[in-house]
C-alpha cells in the first residue's frame, strides 16, 4: 500500500473590496478572477472573520 501524499491546504484570506459595494470578500490566495466559485462576498467584516476561520479549519479547503 502507498503512503498518502501530504494535501497542500489552499491559504485564505479576507480583504474589503471597493468594487464591489465596500463588500468584504473572502477567496483564496492568489486567486483574481471575479467569476470564481470560490470568492465569497460578506457585508459585515465580523461575517467574514467567522467564514474565513471555519474554512481555514475546513479539511475540504485543499488544493487538488
Known amino acids: 500500500m502507498l503512503p498518502k501524499k501530504p494535501q497542500l491546504r489552499t ?3 479576507s480583504f474589503q473590496d471597493p ?3 465596500d463588500m468584504w470578500v473572502v477567496r ?5 478572477d471575479f ?3 470560490r470568492l ?7 461575517d467574514a472573520d467567522v467564514f474565513l476561520a471555519l ?3 475546513s ?3 485543499v488544493r487538488g
Open 11 to 13: 491559504k485564505w484570506v
Open 35 to 37: 467569476n470564481s466559485p
Open 59 to 61: 479539511y475540504h479547503a
Open 28 to 32: 483564496p490566495v492568489g486567486d483574481h
Open 19 to 21: 468594487s464591489f459595494y
Open 40 to 46: 465569497f462576498h460578506f457585508i459585515d467584516k465580523p
Open 55 to 57: 474554512i481555514n479549519k
